[in-house]
């Protein structure tokens, strides 16, 4: 099964003549199974055999980038791919490079001459509306300069000595054009600045924004017109018009010539209209067309750079005329991959067909996992901790249940479980449609919707556990409770007590509840207070049949109750976690063949952890069952129950004073929770269980170190004795050189010929830090070794804390539902009878749904899906996963494709 343990993997060499070395990569792409090694890595790009073809790829997807944008921009629907299409051959490359470059020319062409024509028709659209809006400045000029002739007291205007007022304004010249809006009033300064207040400006705005030729967007104009006098203000007012950008358009001053001119600008317009939209026609008729074919142009040009990419990967036998290439293989697949070749040589007429031997090889495998759509997503949060070594346990596949359920522990809300549930599902029904969907964040949720899906279910089932849903619980087997409530205080504050159903106390906010056990069913759990049960008659302990009584919702003591019990369930359920996690350990080591780790290794670290922290877990199942609310012959009052946590603290410091073994009141008889009342058994026990830990420290720390030391000197003596062989060889004239024997680096074992040297020791691919460094010695191993000891211990204790998070969260989470439920949705039904309270309950309910929406099921379930992922990465997968393993990077087609996942 290929998610336990990575597929095995066989490194291959392969030899494609040239002439089918292309259809044999086309056929091995759409298998997808083989990893190419590269052997020209020395080599830069352009030193490569088929550069010059990856060159011509990346030009044709150059132009099919900008053919999709203008695809885009012209707002045309690209059609999707029914079937894939296949790799073109090399001459059907050819013909598909020329279609691609005859429509980039023709698209650039229309582009080009469409652009011109919007330029002339912006011009000819404001040189229209310049010559509409110079008949209201031109028609006012006499009134203008007649005014400003007798009002102005600036002088800038005054008729000169000997000049009529007609004479006058025939000397004054004007010109005219547009300007955009965001320019006109610094044009306006600069011209009165330059002109010192010499040059009279008019400045009018267009009726409608033009577009503009090279972006399309609109722009806001204005047509102006400048009055001035002579050549030298003339020059000054052209260059200040061409600094800001102001086209300038000629006017006639007769009125009968710009009627005329008029005339012929409208009728030009209206040819330009007509070519316009013949030309917008034509290039949208050519840019659908080119829609249909866009995605399998891309498809095949995409296909084709990867063939040449991974051919340029290969070394080339210039005298066999020969591609030789390196690719690691599954072995499972290696079938199928000979039958790929074979069709492939068939089909290019190769006389000499691929060759394929398997090479024997001391390097490091990459880690391959088959995954499937809801595998995938597991093992995606594994291998962002680190891709798993060659063979090494895969922790993915007890992922699938561990993670949801730990999720589920510290979410535990059915009804907030039962909408992620309904999330989930909604996006695995539909999950062909949304694939589609490219949006960063969403793609990343839709990625994990089996996961979110089994976190759904398991938050169902922890909800009925914890009976809670929404902040409130199911009386479905009925409680073992009735409530007494006080209907009114008595002056003297005593309650007067009535009785009444647990379904309508908890209705009623507000009051002070006594509990009683139920008398028609005459059962009861976990009462503290002997005296409560005077009042309501004989009762025997007989728990609610399945999770928790729904009357500790309205208990004073919920918390404290609650508390007890997930605080020791999350150290169970971390005790087992990582004790799980040792014994794959012991998975590892037997498939690796180490059998002396698993006396160095394995057995230190399970008698180190159960005798103290497996001990200490017995001892929470052991009270439970101990020790109750009643005191009967088989259940001991609760009142005498020992603390576990300062029995462990005792057992550590191996600490039984007087003072600590004294019972906390006269009806306790002993302290101690099993054996006799002097407590000699739990004492032996306990003092038995501290040493084997402490023993077994020693063990763990020296023996890999000493089992390195033992296999150096063996690799010593081997050594040795070969060179006493090959000594006497060289005096007999057998053995002219002396050579060594093959030593694998990472075992330091003399190689026996296997396909995969396995690794020995603490400093291999399971436990250690660097450990395939060659020149390792007995002190590195050694502080290798201490650090992992010292790292194990202290984690035994961390790591066990550390799982607390999961009563921590689920309080945290019950929490905050109970504060929207009590302060938020119970406001509603409180509210003004009619319709204004109808109103009332709706906005309520909306505010209550969107924070239940966003706080609790968004933020506080991504806080479980972090904390149950740290759980997973450093107390669980830290025991046996060290990740440092190599990705299996096939060379697949499926990669070219936008909607396929690199998996």
């Not at 080591?589 to 180190?608: H, S």
């Not at 089992?707 to 010593?716: A, H, I, T, V």
Request: aromatic fraction near 12%.
């Amino acid at each position: 099964m290929s998610i336990f343990r990575s597929e095995k993997m066989s490194l291959y060499q392969l030899f494609l003549q040239n002439e089918s070395a292309y259809r044999c990569m086309s056929e091995l792409g759409e298998l997808g199974c083989v990893e190419f090694r590269d052997l020209n890595s020395e080599a830069t790009a352009f030193q490569r055999t088929f550069s010059a073809e990856v060159t011509r790829c990346n030009e044709m997807e150059r132009k099919l980038r900008y053919l999709e944008a203008q695809i885009i921009k012209e707002g045309v629907k690209i059609d999707e791919l029914d079937d894939m299409p296949l790799a073109p051959l090399p001459k059907e490359m050819v013909d598909l490079e020329a279609a691609l470059d005859k429509m980039d020319s023709e698209l650039r062409e229309i582009n080009a001459n469409n652009e011109a024509l919007n330029k002339n028709f912006v011009s000819l659209t404001e040189m229209k509306f310049t010559l509409q809006n110079a008949e209201n400045f031109l028609g006012d000029r006499e009134s203008i300069f007649g005014a400003a002739s007798v009002n102005d007291t600036s002088g800038a205007l005054t008729l000169e000595d000997g000049l009529t007022q007609q004479q006058a304004m025939q000397r004054f010249r004007f010109v005219t054009g547009v300007i955009s809006q965001e320019r006109a009033p610094g044009f306006e300064r600069m011209l009165w600045r330059a002109g010192r207040g010499n040059i009279y400006l008019r400045i009018a705005p267009l009726p409608e924004p033009l577009k503009d030729p090279v972006t399309g967007n609109d722009v806001l104009k204005s047509v102006f017109i400048a009055f001035y006098q002579g050549d030298q203000l003339k020059g000054r007012v052209k260059k200040i018009c061409e600094g800001y950008h102001a086209a300038l358009y000629p006017c006639p001053e007769s009125a009968a010539q710009r009627r005329e001119t008029s005339i012929g600008v409208f009728s030009r317009l209206q040819d330009l209209t007509t070519i316009l939209d013949q030309t917008k026609q034509h290039r949208h008729r050519v840019l659908e067309a080119s829609a249909k074919h866009l995605r399998s142009w891309v498809v095949k040009v995409r296909k084709i750079k990867g063939i040449f990419h991974t051919l340029n990967m290969l070394s080339v036998d210039v005298t066999s005329k020969a591609l030789i290439a390196e690719c690691w293989i599954p072995d499972a697949d290696e079938p199928r991959v000979r039958l790929a070749l074979k069709q492939a040589s068939e089909a290019s007429d190769s006389v000499f067909p691929p060759i394929l031997n398997e090479l024997p090889t001391n390097a490091k495998p990459p880690t391959y996992f088959r995954t499937n759509k809801f595998t995938y997503g597991f093992q995606a949060l594994v291998n962002a901790y680190g891709i798993a070594n060659y063979r090494e346990v895969n922790p993915g596949l007890y992922t699938i249940i561990t993670f949801p359920f730990l999720f589920a522990v510290m979410f535990g809300d059915g009804g907030h479980a039962l909408i992620v549930t309904m999330f989930a599902s909604w996006m695995c029904l539909n999950e062909e449609k949304l694939s589609k969907i490219k949006e960063e964040v969403f793609s990343i949720i839709f990625g994990g919707r089996y996961i979110i899906l089994l976190m759904g279910f398991f938050s169902i089932y922890t909800g009925f556990i914890y009976n809670d849903f929404f902040a409130k619980a199911f009386n479905i087997f009925g409680s073992a409770w009735v409530v007494n409530y006080p209907s009114e205080r008595h002056p003297g504050g005593e309650y007067l007590i009535g009785e009444g159903s647990m379904e309508s106390a908890m209705l009623v906010p507000d009051r002070h509840y006594d509990v009683c056990p139920n008398k028609t069913t005459t059962r009861v759990f976990g009462l503290d207070n002997e005296t409560d049960f005077q009042a309501c008659g004989h009762y025997r302990q007989d728990p609610y049949p399945f999770g928790v009584d729904p009357v500790w919702v309205i208990a004073e003591n919920k918390i404290v109750f609650l508390n007890s019990y997930k605080m020791k369930l999350s150290i169970i359920f971390g005790v087992f976690h990582m004790s799980f996690g040792i014994f794959l350990n012991l998975w590892n080591f037997t498939y690796f063949k180490r059998r002396l780790a698993i006396l160095v290794e394995f057995l230190p670290r399970i008698l180190f952890f159960w005798p103290l922290f497996g001990y200490m877990m017995s001892l929470m199942f052991l009270k439970w069952v101990k020790y109750g609310a009643n005191k009967e012959d088989r259940v001991l009052k609760s009142d005498c129950a020992p603390s576990i946590l300062i029995t462990f603290i005792n057992m550590m410091l191996l600490s039984y004073g007087e003072d600590k073994t004294k019972p906390p009141n006269e009806e306790c008889k002993t302290v101690f929770m099993f054996g006799d009342d002097e407590g000699t058994t739990q004492k032996t026990i306990q003092i038995a269980f501290v040493i084997i830990a402490v023993l077994s420290v020693p063990v763990l720390l020296l023996g890999t170190p000493l089992q390195f030391k033992m296999k150096e000197n063996r690799m010593k003596k081997a050594r040795a004795s070969y060179s006493n062989d090959s000594g006497s060889s060289r005096s007999d004239g057998n053995e002219p050189e002396d050579r060594e024997p093959i030593v694998n680096s990472s075992t330091m074992n003399v190689e026996s010929g296997g396909k995969h040297p396995e690794p020995i020791g603490d400093y291999d691919q399971n436990q250690g830090g660097s450990h395939d460094d060659e020149h390792n010695t007995f002190g590195d191993v050694m502080i290798y070794q201490s650090i992992h000891t010292i790292e194990f211990v202290l984690e035994c204790i961390s790591h066990t804390a550390s799982y607390l998070r999961l009563w921590a969260l689920s309080l945290a989470h019950s929490q905050l539902s109970e504060v929207l439920w009590f302060m938020v949705l119970r406001i509603g039904f409180k509210a003004l009878p009619g319709y204004y309270g109808s109103i009332s309950i709706f906005l309520t309910f909306a505010f209550w749904a969107s924070a239940t929406v966003s706080i609790l099921i968004a933020m506080e379930g991504m806080s479980a899906f972090l904390h149950t992922l740290r759980l997973h990465w450093v107390e669980f997968q830290s025991k046996f996963y060290k990740g440092e393993g190599v990705k299996f990077h096939a060379f697949h087609f499926k990669r070219v494709t936008d909607d396929v996942k690199d998996d």
